[in-house]
């Protein structure tokens, strides 16, 4: 069972600040126009194949950061990071749409990027369709979508992508209620399948969701 | 490790086709006369730039009807103008993608350049229809000049990669490459013939790959004279563009979404 899932490994991780381009500063700005933000130092977690951790902190803390870097999105400058598997992160619902594009074809691009296979794109269509509640409005382009329409095509599409490690970060606060309630439904069935699930929110969540909790704090430095 | 490659390889292309497919479609969404547009535009140049440079400035074009001699030039220099013009922004304008979702960046000025091949395509065949119009003889082997986009993919896509990564950390060289358009517009004979150029300037040409497909296709459309080399020569100094963007992206991929 402890099969290993994410393993993190002494990382650091720093931030390019960018210094304010004023005439007066311009000189030195030239020379060096970044400064640096120290987000993790020396951090490592070891996450199971098949774990749910809720990650909480405040603003500022890290917390989106960290899921990042688990993502691949953005890279540690020290230590290293191994996953195992196929990782759907849901950094923020809808990220990537075109809404001059239809729901259908934002599907195809986005379960693209997720790593899905043409044959296996066609085949989840209909599923990730009728899992949104969109069937009428399927064809029409996502400019006209509502914002809860967008988000719920968004999660229908990680529901389906098949992951195996989801990454996600406070969407919870969005969506209607009867979404909401099928999401984490959904979220449990994940769980069920020996799914890793790592999670960061502010708010409370029910302690028999989630098996471990990490806090992050904040640790501002800048150099 | 050799099997994780090809699922990578896999993965490329078909991000690369959806990110194509996916610009050719929503260029011409919201507008009216849609993808007419893509007929119109190369239509439209022409026809100023005939009445400008062949009827009032009368550059004398040894012979030639003026609009078709400047279409020849125009699509390889459109093909190139536009995808740069668009990949140059092809990280700042997909941000979102970049800093929220984990694919292979590099995709972006790609997908941006290859989505202008169906309007190099329209070029071609309105220059071949126009040239019939000007009593030349064009068969179907004149199909064969859409060879010139190989050597055009590569350096628009080296330009492409380079100006969409400097201009995504500082939007300063996105300005530099609208510069640069100018200058390469009129250091290349594309509004004139070259024999106009003096010659201790020709050496130019040789290294200007727009400049020798433009001289390739000119001889064989105007001087049935097929000169393969000028073709093949296009080749070294498009490739070394285009590795220098690649071995540029590699290199600076990882900070992408930090610097953006």
Redesign the interface.
């Known amino acids: 069972m402890s099969q290993p899932a994410i393993v993190i490994n002494n990382i650091t991780k720093k931030y390019y600040l960018e210094k304010p381009r004023t005439l007066k500063k311009w000189f030195h700005t030239i020379i060096s126009p970044f400064e640096k933000f120290t987000v993790f130092k020396n951090f490592s977690l070891s996450v199971n194949k098949g774990e749910f951790i809720l990650i909480t902190g405040s603003n500022g803390s890290g917390k989106t950061t960290l899921l990042k870097l688990i993502a691949g999105i953005t890279f540690p400058d020290e230590g290293s990071i191994k996953t195992y598997g196929r990782i759907v992160p849901l950094i923020e619902l809808g990220a990537g749409f075109n809404y001059e594009l239809t729901g259908e074809e934002n599907i195809v691009t986005n379960a693209t990027i997720l790593g899905i296979q043409k044959s296996k794109i066609k085949e989840i269509i209909p599923k990730i369709v009728s899992f949104s509640g969109l069937k009428d409005f399927i064809d029409v382009p996502l400019k006209r979508y509502s914002t809860g329409m967008v988000t719920r095509l968004a999660f229908s599409i990680a529901v389906y992508s098949n992951p195996n490690i989801l990454l996600i970060d406070e969407i919870f606060a969005v969506g209607d209620h009867e979404f909401r309630k099928k999401s984490i439904k959904r979220i449990l069935d994940f769980k069920k399948k020996s799914i890793t699930i790592v999670l960061t929110s502010n708010f409370r969540i029910a302690k028999y969701i989630f098996d471990r909790e990490i806090k992050l704090i904040n640790s501002f430095q800048t150099s | 490790m050799s099997l994780m490659n090809i699922n990578y390889l896999?993965?490329y292309f078909?991000?690369l086709e959806?990110?194509t497919l996916?610009e050719i479609?929503?260029r011409y969404?919201?507008s009216l006369l849609g993808p007419l547009w893509i007929v119109l535009y190369p239509l439209f140049t022409a026809v100023i730039l005939n009445f400008i440079f062949g009827k009032f400035i009368r550059i004398k074009t040894e012979g030639i009807p003026y609009f078709v001699f400047v279409l020849s030039g125009l699509i390889i220099w459109n093909f190139f103008q536009q995808g740069v013009d668009l990949a140059k922004n092809s990280l700042v304008w997909?941000r979102?993608?970049?800093?929220?979702?984990?694919?292979s960046t590099s995709v972006l000025p790609f997908s941006y350049v290859l989505s202008k091949i169906p309007d190099f395509l329209v070029y071609l065949i309105l220059l071949l229809v126009s040239y019939n119009f000007n009593n030349y003889r064009a068969n179907f082997s004149y199909f064969s000049i859409v060879i010139i986009i190989l050597p055009l993919i590569l350096l628009t896509s080296g330009v492409a990669l380079i100006s969409s990564l400097t201009n995504a950390v500082f939007r300063d060289f996105g300005k530099i490459v609208d510069f640069a358009f100018m200058i390469i517009f009129y250091a290349t004979p594309i509004i004139y013939p070259e024999s106009l150029i003096p010659a201790k300037f020709k050496f130019m040409l040789y290294l200007n790959p727009l400049a020798l497909l433009i001289a390739f296709i000119r001889n064989l459309l105007f001087r049935s004279d097929f000169r393969l080399h000028l073709y093949l020569l296009s080749f070294p100094m498009s490739l070394f563009i285009f590795l220098l963007g690649i071995i540029l992206f590699k290199n600076f991929n990882?900070?992408v979404?930090?610097?953006i």
């Open positions: 896999r993965h078909q991000l959806v990110f996916r479609k929503s969404k919201a997909n979102e993608l970049i800093t929220k979702t984990a694919f990882k900070k979404a930090d610097l």
